[in-house]
């Protein structure tokens, strides 16, 4: 999310590296994430309200997976 607007993205994991792209068939990322020391882990779905799917606009039936990433230091919030 930047400025409070959430983007759809294809995303591949190669390694521990998650790179990200517009669509599958794009051959160069918009950008990474280095995954190396990170805790990445599924969302459950049930934890979340409507609203938080409406403000991303989208809804549970759309979404692939839902994924949290933290960095080793950061505690969820």
Not at 12 to 37: D, H, N, V
């Amino acid at each position: 999310v930047k400025h409070g607007h959430s983007k759809r993205v294809w995303c591949a994991l190669i390694g521990k590296t998650l790179y990200y792209l517009r669509s599958q068939e794009e051959k160069f990322p918009l950008g990474q994430i280095k995954l190396w020391e990170a805790r990445v882990e599924e969302v459950d779905r049930s934890s979340l309200l409507d609203d938080d799917l409406k403000a991303c606009g989208r809804s549970l039936e759309l979404a692939s997976f839902i994924i949290a990433i933290q960095p080793r230091e950061q505690i969820p919030t």
